[in-house]
């Protein structure tokens, strides 16, 4: 028998509003990477080595808060939690701009940390309460988009407002849209398709069922600790902290290493800056639209990190001999770099219940956390330390092949949702 069809009205409403408040956040916190290749650090007198400190301290502070930030967000309010989010980042981002000295510098980027920890693993669990095993990637990539996709636009008008008036200035004026966008965010949002009164009563059944109907498919886990102890939780955590060294290391010392390797203006690297963006948003949508058809989520994750780390080896190789080339091969490191999000997140409500899911998502997000900090500050470190990025070129290939090898045997194969975390066989 066929099952009814899923409401296509989700997609329409819901995305626009996801993609909205995850840009935001991502808008927040990449735009330092702008104002320290305009002249941050001479202003304030910071030496090289506090500069990779500042640009890491936001992921400290994301780190401490996922797990928190997700239980709160399972237990009480995705919509609460997100609201209170917008408006303390924004205000948090806005007030770099008026900084005057380096420990308030750094108190206000560990804050941002602190008051976005919850963003994404809420969002993924919001995802996962409206949109099934066969949308996931999709729904799940529609979120991360507002990675590149921000990161794409924001490095032409960053470039742009610094020229015209400077990094403070940029700093309050990319920081206000957070803090308007959490009042539709309130009126527009609900946490369940329960609560809403855009699906009529037998949409919210059927959209009911059909997630009920995945959960009976899935070994039940009695408690967050035996989740979180379980071998394939331990492992993607190891995998995103080390595949986010790559990620973060380069999203946000790209302008610098640019600038400096080039000897451009602000705004000719602004527009450098954005094509790596523009791959990835191509190659996001189209590996998740793959992952969601043949449902094998680690073949569009492992690959394509392998692929990342050799053009990062092979454009350190190159290094400023043949400017142009070693570019390109930062565009194909990036895009391959972002393109395995949707497939990955996307594998982990479909190995634990949704009891322990969620925190489980928080912890593998924080472990990334915990990487991207590593990756901005030892990214930053390493340049200034050596002069050029070719050091820190290799150490991002050299993480990104780690997290290679542990994705690999992640124990995912296509019916790992029924086997037990502990003693599933492996496959890949």
């Known amino acids: 028998m066929n099952m009814p069809k899923l409401p296509a009205r989700r997609w329409w409403y819901l995305m626009p509003i996801i993609f909205i408040t995850y840009s935001l956040a991502y808008l927040d916190r990449a735009n330092y990477g702008f104002a320290a290749a305009a002249g941050i650090e001479h202003d ?29 967000a399972v237990k009480r309010s995705v919509r609460k939690m997100i609201f209170c989010s917008l408006i303390l980042w924004g205000f948090c981002a806005a007030a770099t701009g008026f900084v005057s ?21 809420a969002m993924l669990i919001y995802i996962s309460n409206w949109f099934t095993k066969t949308e996931r990637s999709r729904a799940n990539t529609f979120l991360i988009l507002g990675n590149p996709v921000t990161v794409l636009w924001m490095s032409i008008v960053s470039g742009y407002l610094i020229q015209a008036w400077g990094w403070r200035e940029m700093f ?7 803090v308007i966008w959490a009042v539709c965010w309130w009126v527009l949002v609900r946490d369940k398709p329960a609560e809403v009164s855009w699906l009529n009563a037998q949409e919210k059944t059927v959209l009911q069922q059909a997630m009920d109907s995945e959960q009976s498919a899935i070994k039940p886990v009695r408690n967050y600790g035996e989740a979180l102890r379980s071998r394939n939780v331990i492992m993607l955590c190891a ?3 080390l595949w ?18 080039a000897q ?40 394509l990190l392998l692929i990342a780390a050799i053009a990062f080896f092979c454009s350190w190789m190159l290094g400023s001999h043949a400017f142009w080339l070693s570019y390109a091969l930062l ?24 009891n322990v899911s969620g925190v489980s998502m928080g912890l593998i997000n924080s472990f990334g956390a915990l990487g991207a900090f590593l990756g901005a500050w030892l990214v930053g470190y390493l340049n200034g330390l050596t002069g050029g990025p070719g050091v820190s070129y290799s150490f991002m290939a050299i993480a990104l092949l780690a997290s290679v090898v542990l994705m690999y045997h ?19």
């Open 101 to 121: 000295n380096i420990p308030t510098l750094m108190a206000i980027r560990f804050t941002l940390g602190v008051v976005e920890a919850a963003v994404m693993p």
């Open 244 to 261: 986010s060294i790559g990620v973060y290391g380069f999203m946000m010392w790209m302008p610098s290493i640019l600038k400096n390797a």
């Open 410 to 428: 992640v124990r995912a194969g296509n019916h790992s949702a029924a086997t037990p975390l502990t003693t599933g066989k492996a496959t890949s």
């Open 331 to 354: 565009v194909i490191a990036a895009a391959c770099m972002y393109a395995p999000y949707g497939p990955f997140f996307a594998l982990i409500p479909e190995l634990l219940p949704r």
């Open 172 to 178: 309050i004026i990319e920081g206000f849209p957070a």
């Open 44 to 72: 304030l007198g910071i030496t090289k080595g506090t500069a990779s400190l500042i640009g890491a301290l936001f992921f400290l502070g994301y780190f401490f808060f996922q797990v928190p930030g997700a239980l709160y």
């Open 264 to 303: 451009m203006d602000i705004v000719s690297v602004g527009w450098l800056a954005a094509v790596p963006y523009l791959a990835a948003i191509c190659l996001m949508l189209t590996v998740s639209w793959l992952s969601d058809k043949y449902q094998n989520r680690k073949l569009f994750v492992w690959p």
């Open 239 to 241: 995998v995103h902290a």
